[in-house]
RNA sequence: GGGCUUGUAGCUCAGGUGGUUAGAGCGCUACACUGAUAAUGUAGAGGUCCGUGGUUCGAGUCCACGCAGGCCCA
């Protein structure tokens, strides 16, 4: 048996099995490394996983994406080395592991050493590295695991020290702050995962003011007193008689009060309408002009009070009257000052850059969704205050403590500093647990609501409900702090990282342009630190009062500077030089103390490192790089291709470029492609809460790696969501692998049969290949020329469904099944051969296209159709002569086989078959009745020549003896047109509908008119007009007595007469195939000859008269008789009678 | 709240530069076929192309504003 043959159904999980086994014994994946040595490279960076936690079904996608990319790039004859990495650091792991002992943070060198929390990280992060190894093997993905970079090798982090201190070096590095949710309770700051926890979001009752801030007259702000709506009303007629000119204040709106003494700025948005109203203020009663936004006057001024009398206003009256003087638009009011709400006339302090600070400025997160539609700046006490100040170069209020150091109003125990006037060393929230229970007692937010109130600052102050984030350790309100931190500088490279990103491929584009583009146009400095445990330290050391620093490289340079430490009795010996210290972590780092050029002892910066610092710096640490390895590092940067998931957009995919940018002016990546999400089959989140989440191994295990991989691919485009339904995989499995199984089958069973072995020379030669082979192949070229371009372009889902539509409806359903006669009849002749030898052709070459999707079934079906070639393919070194499909190379596609005239008339042929049984389906003529022949109706040579060709093809397959064609000079066609809108639309326009409606009134007479001179003369609305061929479309509408099926222009007529000779030849065929089935039924092989008896019945005796041999052909029967007599044995069912038969094998 | 993204048949998806009758596969119904048979063929049912406005002779397609889902960021 030349080919292997295989019992249906194919169990694909153990395909995916077999391979695997089989690729591990024979190092298939080092080979296909190896065996591509000295060749071009393509070099791809592995996104290190977390393997802390089990991996799931979205690791399959993600790693299909990288996987079919680099199968594809060796298939091309490149080398493609893989390196496998694992991300070790972070958050989610401190989490795990704190969860599992039950402790918190604040436990952490107390009831646990630093060391032993550490210790426990590091077990936990790799505990389900084997359960990731098993599942890269399994779903096939190629990648080398045993030689992995780890970023919490001692290597690694040395490596990230030594980009940062070059970093360092390039003054890329400082020390600054932001505005950080704080939780003055715990002292500590809380990350974004703290702060997500369920809970943390409470609903409070807050005291709210609408705060006056009084505008200062000068040129800025003339607009708001001098004004067309003013000189008209003069003031007495408003106010009453010797009425001042009222005070113009700008309201802001805030739900925390004590930020209000460190109010800096107000911020509007520049498009958002603004007006100038004319009231009174609710409790001091005094005539006042405010700004607010127009969409929110509403909300403070009542329709009764609108335009009302202010001179009958008595202090009271509940409602303000009020009148809109004038509109303005945000830009309009930058750039106003106003006095300071708690200055120094009070007893405030005074504070630096005080004369840049209360002004309007600019602040693009301004909505008028609630509040006044101008939001109130302190900067130090809100993130985007302190990002649209800092834009404006409006100061914080800062002051000095005891040491002289600046800082905030508030202390970090949560307390107002004693600066504050009256209200200094009160607390901002109750965060000593004081007594608050008493009737007389006041928060702070009520006393400066109550102070405003008699200053006459306050607009209004109510107890608002609304959400606010809460500590999850101590249940008190979140302050928005500002926390010293150390940031990379990467708006100073700002333009070069957007210049850069322009060259890289992104897949899809709109994640380049809009996701990351427009995440780098608003880039501000990257945070790098972390307050944690478990991560690459800062190798920041510095003095007490921070005027010295030092920032280390490499572990020998920070020996060298322990030993100058030595030296000066800051330590008393150096623990790298003693062994002692092999660990980069803390807390041995932290017990490393240096010493300044002045002789000062350094401290190490407490902070960690962000871990997107770890993935980020992957490119040049996981070579050890800029400590050694500088060959092997500059052969693999940039990448040619990197893939993650579309959330990496900010994380990885930024940190690698930021870093390549900084550290080398380059891109870090040329192609990326950014998958979106799985979600489960109702396009919710996969969670194990939830208990939707899929398994990979189970799925893998049941439906084999190819099946899951394929669907994942062909079924949305991976930067679409997937919404993962096993029904899917299931369908792919059926109809495409399915299919393409039966056609290996098929191929497989005749070959053997015939005892056939395909060779790569000695094949039929190409011209005398039929119509039939030469058209598959011609489809397969141009396959191969599709797919080739959709990998190319990084779009694996369209060369996924090329793959299988070419199989299912072109190879299986139209080339092979037309082609049966010839596999199974006969003789092995020189056209049985031909079929062989296309057949062959295309599943090889199938099996090259589908394996960097599919890579088990690709080489299952390479192997079974090629491991028989192999020998002599390897003595000539032919393109089969690798062992696996994977070391091959992609074959080129032969331009010169691409027929396209041929596809065309193929296509021609599979309608107008198409056609005909539709037409057989209506009159009820089975196809195995012959009928004499259809008609098709014909407008032009080319299509009479090009069906022409197909005629035989056509004929067999609908069963027909003849195709004739119809030209229009036989006067039977009736036609009818159709507008050419598209036409017609450019060259009429708004005329369009009348001449539309025109052409389809047409005549036949016209329709003739128009065909024969080319042009028809038409009035329209009184106009004439003189249509051409091309304004319409003629087709054929009927045939009068003829049954007809049309498809666009083309049109089908099927001749239903019945001669005897036809009946009698439906009669032959009916009996072949009873006899087909009784040779099926009694378990006979293909190739079992027969003798037949049947009992007596005039029509199939005619039958049998008119076409014996073509029976006895058939069915392979050597004899056909009849015997009147006939009882016993089987019975043939026919329409209208039964006819008993014997069958017997013949012997020989 | 902002950025990006998706929305077309029961389900999963196609639908260059606008062209009047919006397609495919699966599923469903009916019939046929039965030496690829857990396959195949033919026919049928199934659509406010998320909504509203606009541009246009003409909008699934272009523009604006919304709605819903998703991701990231505040």
Same mark, same amino acid.
């Given at each position: 048996?030349?080919?292997?043959?295989?019992?249906?159904?194919?169990?694909?999980?153990?395909?995916?099995?077999?391979?695997?086994?089989?690729?591990?014994?024979?190092?298939?994946?080092?080979?296909?490394?190896?065996?591509?040595?000295?060749?071009?490279?393509?070099?791809?960076?592995?996104?290190?996983?977390?393997?802390? !936690?089990?991996?799931?079904?979205?690791?399959?996608?993600?790693?299909?994406?990288?996987?079919?990319?680099?199968?594809?790039?060796?298939?091309?004859?490149?080398?493609?080395?893989?390196?496998? !990495?694992?991300?070790?650091?972070?958050?989610?792991?401190?989490?795990?592991?704190?969860?599992?002992?039950?402790?918190?943070?604040?436990?952490? !060198?107390?009831?646990?050493?630093?060391?032993?929390?550490?210790?426990?990280?590091?077990?936990?992060?790799?505990?389900?590295?084997?359960?990731?190894?098993?599942?890269?093997?399994?779903?096939?993905?190629?990648?080398?695991?045993?030689?992995?970079?780890?970023?919490?090798?001692?290597?690694?982090?040395?490596?990230?020290?030594?980009?940062?201190?070059?970093?360092?070096?390039?003054?890329?590095?400082?020390?600054?702050?932001?505005?950080?949710?704080?939780?003055?309770?715990?002292?500590?700051?809380?990350?974004?995962?703290?702060?997500?926890?369920?809970?943390?979001?409470?609903?409070?009752?807050?005291?709210?003011?609408?705060?006056?801030?009084?505008?200062?007259?000068?040129?800025?702000?003339?607009?708001?007193?001098?004004?067309?709506?003013?000189?008209?009303?003069?003031?007495?007629?408003?106010?009453?008689?010797?009425?001042?000119?009222?005070?113009?204040?700008?309201?802001?709106?805030?739900?925390?009060?004590?930020?209000?003494?460190?109010?800096?700025?107000?911020?509007?948005?520049?498009?958002?309408?603004?007006?100038?109203?004319?009231?009174?203020?609710?409790?001091?009663?005094?005539?006042?002009?405010?700004?607010?936004?127009?969409?929110?006057?509403?909300?403070?001024?009542?329709?009764?009070?609108?335009?009302?009398?202010?001179?009958?206003?008595?202090?009271?009256?509940?409602?303000?009257?009020?009148?809109?003087?004038?509109?303005?638009?945000?830009?309009?009011?930058?750039?106003?000052?106003?006095?300071?709400?708690?200055?120094?006339?009070?007893?405030?302090?005074?504070?630096?850059?005080?004369?840049?600070?209360?002004?309007?400025?600019?602040?693009?997160?301004?909505?008028?969704?609630?509040?006044?539609?101008?939001?109130?700046?302190?900067?130090?006490?809100?993130?985007?205050?302190?990002?649209?100040?800092?834009?404006?170069?409006?100061?914080?209020?800062?002051?000095?403590?005891?040491?002289?150091?600046?800082?905030?109003?508030?202390?970090?125990?949560?307390?107002?500093?004693?600066?504050?006037?009256?209200?200094?060393?009160?607390?901002?929230?109750?965060?000593?647990?004081?007594?608050?229970?008493?009737?007389?007692?006041?928060?702070?937010?009520?006393?400066?609501?109550?102070?405003?109130?008699?200053?006459? *600052?306050?607009?209004?102050?109510?107890?608002?409900?609304?959400?606010?984030?809460?500590?999850?350790? *101590?249940?008190?309100?979140?302050?928005?702090?500002?926390?010293?931190?150390?940031?990379?500088?990467?708006?100073?490279?700002? =333009?070069?990282?957007?210049?850069?990103?322009?060259?890289?491929?992104?897949?899809?584009?709109?994640?380049?342009?809009?996701?990351?583009?427009?995440?780098?146009?608003?880039?501000?400095?990257?945070?790098?630190?972390?307050?944690?445990?478990?991560?690459?330290?800062?190798?920041?050391?510095?003095?007490?009062?921070?005027?010295?620093?030092?920032?280390?490289?490499?572990?020998?340079?920070?020996?060298?500077?322990?030993?100058?430490?030595?030296?000066?009795?800051?330590?008393?010996?150096?623990?790298?030089?003693?062994?002692?210290?092999?660990?980069?972590?803390?807390?041995?780092?932290?017990?490393?103390?240096?010493?300044?050029?002045?002789?000062?002892?350094?401290?190490?910066?407490?902070?960690?490192?962000?871990?997107?610092?770890?993935?980020?710096?992957?490119?040049?640490?996981?070579?050890?790089?800029?400590?050694?390895?500088?060959?092997?590092?500059?052969?693999?940067?940039?990448? =040619?291709?990197?893939?993650?998931?579309?959330?990496?957009?900010?994380?990885?995919?930024?940190?690698?470029?930021?870093?390549?940018?900084?550290?080398?002016?380059?891109?870090?990546?040329?192609?990326?492609?950014?998958?979106?999400?799985?979600?489960?089959?109702?396009?919710?989140?996969?969670?194990?809460?939830?208990?939707?989440?899929?398994?990979?191994?189970?799925?893998?295990?049941?439906?084999?790696?190819?099946?899951?991989?394929?669907?994942?691919?062909?079924?949305?485009?991976?930067?679409?969501?997937?919404?993962?339904?096993?029904?899917?995989?299931?369908?792919?499995?059926?109809?495409?692998?399915?299919?393409?199984?039966?056609?290996?089958?098929?191929?497989?069973?005749?070959?053997?049969?015939?005892?056939?072995?395909?060779?790569?020379?000695?094949?039929?030669?190409?011209?005398?290949?039929?119509?039939?082979?030469?058209?598959?192949?011609?489809?397969?070229?141009?396959?191969?020329?599709?797919?080739?371009?959709?990998?190319?372009?990084?779009?694996?889902?369209?060369?996924?469904?090329?793959?299988?539509?070419?199989?299912?409806?072109?190879?299986?359903?139209?080339?092979?099944?037309?082609?049966?006669?010839?596999?199974?009849?006969?003789?092995?002749?020189?056209?049985?051969?031909?079929?062989?030898?296309?057949?062959?052709?295309?599943?090889?070459?199938?099996?090259?296209?589908?394996?960097?999707?599919?890579?088990?079934?690709?080489?299952?079906?390479?192997?079974?159709?090629?491991?028989?070639?192999?020998?002599?393919?390897?003595?000539?070194?032919?393109?089969?002569?690798?062992?696996?499909?994977?070391?091959?190379?992609?074959?080129?596609?032969?331009?010169?086989?691409? =027929?396209?005239?041929?596809?065309?008339?193929?296509?021609?042929?599979?309608?107008?078959?198409?056609?005909?049984?539709?037409?057989?389906?209506?009159?009820?003529?089975?196809?195995?009745?012959?009928?004499?022949?259809?008609?098709?109706?014909?407008?032009?040579? *080319?299509?009479?020549?090009?069906?022409?060709?197909?005629?035989?093809?056509?004929?067999?397959?609908?069963?027909?003896?003849?195709?004739?064609?119809?030209?229009?000079?036989?006067?039977?066609?009736?036609?009818?047109?159709?507008?050419?809108?598209?036409?017609?639309?450019?060259?009429?326009?708004?005329?369009?509908?009348?001449?539309?409606?025109?052409?389809?009134?047409?005549?036949?007479?016209?329709?003739?008119?128009?065909?024969?001179?080319?042009?028809?003369?038409?009035?329209?609305?009184?106009?004439?007009?003189?249509?051409?061929?091309?304004?319409?479309?003629?087709?054929?509408?009927?045939?009068?007595?003829?049954?007809?099926?049309?498809?666009?222009?083309?049109?089908?007529?099927?001749?239903?007469?019945?001669?005897?000779?036809?009946?009698?030849?439906?009669?032959?065929?009916?009996?072949?195939?009873?006899?087909?089935?009784?040779?099926?039924?009694?378990?006979?092989?293909?190739?079992?000859?027969?003798?037949?008896?049947?009992?007596?019945?005039?029509?199939?005796?005619?039958?049998?008269?008119?076409?014996?041999?073509?029976?006895?052909?058939?069915?392979?029967?050597?004899?056909?008789?009849?015997?009147?007599?006939?009882?016993?044995?089987?019975?043939?069912?026919?329409?209208?009678?039964?006819?008993?038969?014997?069958?017997?094998?013949?012997?020989?």
């Amino acid at each position: 048996m030349n080919y292997p043959e295989y019992k249906q159904p194919l169990n694909y999980g153990q395909v995916g099995t077999d391979i695997l086994a089989w690729w591990k014994q024979n190092g298939i994946f080092e080979k296909s490394v190896s065996t591509r040595e000295g060749k071009p490279t393509f070099v791809f960076y592995e996104g290190p996983p977390s393997a802390n !936690g089990a991996p799931g079904i979205h690791h399959v996608m993600a790693r299909t994406v990288k996987d079919i990319f680099c199968r594809y790039q060796t298939l091309l004859g490149k080398q493609v080395n893989r390196k496998g !990495g694992w991300d070790t650091h972070g958050l989610p792991i401190e989490l795990q592991v704190e969860k599992e002992l039950g402790i918190t943070k604040e436990d952490i !060198g107390k009831k646990i050493s630093i060391e032993e929390y550490n210790q426990r990280c590091r077990e936990t992060v790799m505990r389900f590295k084997a359960q990731w190894d098993d599942l890269t093997e399994k779903m096939g993905y190629w990648v080398d695991l045993d030689d992995p970079y780890i970023t919490f090798e001692p290597e690694y982090i040395e490596s990230c020290w030594a980009l940062l201190k070059k970093l360092y070096d390039k003054g890329l590095l400082y020390k600054g702050y932001t505005i950080q949710p704080y939780s003055p309770a715990a002292g500590t700051g809380l990350s974004s995962h703290e702060l997500n926890q369920p809970g943390t979001y409470r609903d409070v009752k807050d005291t709210t003011i609408v705060a006056q801030f009084k505008v200062k007259r000068d040129e800025k702000s003339e607009q708001l007193f001098s004004n067309v709506q003013l000189d008209e009303v003069p003031l007495a007629e408003l106010y009453g008689d010797g009425a001042a000119e009222p005070d113009v204040y700008i309201l802001a709106w805030t739900t925390t009060p004590w930020t209000l003494p460190a109010n800096t700025g107000l911020a509007v948005g520049k498009n958002i309408p603004y007006v100038l109203v004319s009231t009174f203020n609710p409790y001091t009663h005094a005539p006042i002009r405010v700004v607010l936004a127009e969409a929110l006057v509403g909300k403070y001024f009542s329709e009764k009070g609108k335009d009302a009398s202010f001179a009958d206003f008595k202090p009271g009256d509940k409602v303000l009257p009020w009148r809109i003087e004038n509109t303005f638009k945000g830009s309009d009011l930058i750039g106003i000052n106003y006095q300071r709400l708690f200055g120094q006339d009070k007893g405030f302090p005074a504070f630096e850059g005080e004369e840049n600070g209360f002004r309007v400025i600019n602040g693009d997160f301004v909505t008028t969704e609630d509040g006044t539609g101008i939001v109130h700046i302190s900067p130090t006490f809100g993130a985007d205050d302190f990002r649209a100040a800092q834009l404006a170069g409006v100061p914080a209020l800062l002051v000095a403590d005891d040491e002289g150091k600046l800082g905030p109003v508030v202390d970090r125990t949560g307390r107002y500093v004693a600066q504050m006037g009256e209200f200094g060393g009160r607390w901002v929230k109750n965060y000593d647990g004081h007594d608050d229970s008493g009737s007389d007692y006041k928060t702070l937010d009520e006393s400066i609501a109550i102070r405003m109130k008699g200053d006459g *600052t306050a607009f209004k102050v109510e107890k608002y409900e609304h959400t606010y984030p809460h500590c999850w350790r *101590t249940d008190k309100p979140v302050l928005y702090y500002p926390l010293d931190s150390w940031f990379i500088k990467t708006t100073a490279v700002k =333009d070069r990282l957007i210049e850069l990103n322009k060259t890289i491929n992104w897949q899809p584009e709109s994640t380049g342009t809009g996701r990351f583009g427009n995440w780098l146009e608003n880039l501000v400095d990257w945070n790098l630190s972390r307050s944690r445990y478990w991560g690459t330290p800062l190798p920041i050391w510095r003095t007490q009062d921070g005027s010295e620093e030092i920032c280390i490289g490499s572990i020998a340079e920070l020996s060298a500077e322990i030993d100058k430490a030595v030296a000066a009795e800051v330590m008393t010996h150096n623990p790298i030089k003693s062994g002692e210290m092999t660990d980069l972590h803390r807390p041995y780092v932290d017990d490393v103390f240096l010493v300044s050029p002045s002789g000062q002892p350094m401290y190490r910066e407490t902070d960690l490192i962000d871990v997107w610092f770890d993935s980020g710096a992957m490119p040049y640490a996981q070579w050890h790089y800029p400590l050694e390895n500088k060959a092997q590092f500059e052969k693999n940067f940039p990448a =040619d291709f990197i893939a993650e998931g579309v959330d990496q957009t900010r994380g990885w995919f930024f940190t690698l470029h930021a870093l390549a940018v900084m550290l080398e002016d380059s891109v870090a990546y040329k192609n990326v492609m950014a998958n979106g999400l799985v979600l489960d089959k109702n396009g919710n989140k996969m969670s194990k809460r939830l208990g939707n989440a899929i398994d990979p191994f189970a799925t893998i295990n049941q439906f084999g790696p190819d099946a899951t991989r394929w669907y994942m691919i062909a079924n949305a485009q991976p930067w679409d969501n997937l919404k993962f339904d096993l029904n899917g995989i299931t369908e792919v499995q059926r109809r495409f692998f399915g299919t393409l199984f039966n056609t290996y089958s098929f191929y497989a069973l005749y070959a053997n049969l015939d005892g056939f072995q395909a060779r790569e020379f000695d094949r039929i030669s190409y011209s005398d290949l039929t119509e039939l082979d030469r058209w598959i192949l011609s489809k397969l070229q141009s396959l191969i020329v599709e797919v080739r371009g959709y990998y190319d372009g990084y779009d694996p889902t369209k060369a996924a469904r090329a793959i299988q539509d070419f199989v299912t409806d072109q190879l299986s359903n139209w080339h092979v099944r037309l082609s049966r006669r010839r596999f199974w009849k006969g003789e092995l002749t020189a056209d049985k051969r031909a079929a062989y030898e296309t057949l062959q052709e295309c599943l090889v070459v199938v099996a090259q296209l589908m394996a960097p999707i599919a890579p088990f079934f690709a080489e299952w079906l390479y192997k079974n159709m090629t491991d028989g070639m192999r020998e002599e393919a390897v003595a000539k070194n032919t393109p089969l002569a690798p062992e696996s499909v994977h070391l091959t190379l992609l074959v080129e596609a032969d331009e010169a086989r691409i =027929d396209k005239a041929l596809e065309e008339r193929m296509e021609l042929a599979q309608r107008i078959s198409s056609l005909t049984h539709s037409l057989r389906k209506k009159s009820v003529l089975k196809v195995r009745q012959p009928l004499q022949r259809i008609l098709v109706p014909v407008f032009n040579e *080319t299509t009479r020549e090009q069906v022409g060709k197909m005629e035989d093809l056509i004929c067999a397959e609908v069963n027909v003896k003849h195709v004739e064609f119809l030209d229009d000079t036989s006067g039977v066609l009736v036609k009818s047109v159709k507008p050419n809108f598209k036409r017609l639309g450019q060259q009429y326009g708004a005329k369009l509908k009348a001449v539309g409606a025109r052409i389809q009134q047409m005549t036949p007479e016209e329709i003739s008119t128009l065909e024969k001179t080319g042009q028809l003369a038409v009035e329209i609305d009184g106009e004439a007009y003189t249509l051409a061929p091309d304004d319409v479309e003629i087709r054929t509408q009927d045939l009068p007595g003829w049954l007809v099926a049309t498809d666009g222009p083309l049109t089908v007529a099927l001749d239903v007469t019945l001669t005897d000779e036809l009946r009698q030849e439906g009669v032959a065929r009916e009996l072949v195939n009873r006899l087909q089935n009784l040779r099926k039924d009694s378990g006979l092989e293909v190739q079992d000859k027969i003798q037949v008896t049947l009992g007596h019945q005039p029509e199939l005796e005619a039958a049998v008269q008119s076409f014996g041999s073509y029976i006895r052909e058939e069915v392979q029967a050597l004899a056909l008789n009849f015997a009147p007599d006939l009882t016993g044995g089987s019975v043939l069912e026919f329409d209208e009678y039964t006819v008993p038969v014997q069958l017997e094998v013949a012997n020989g």
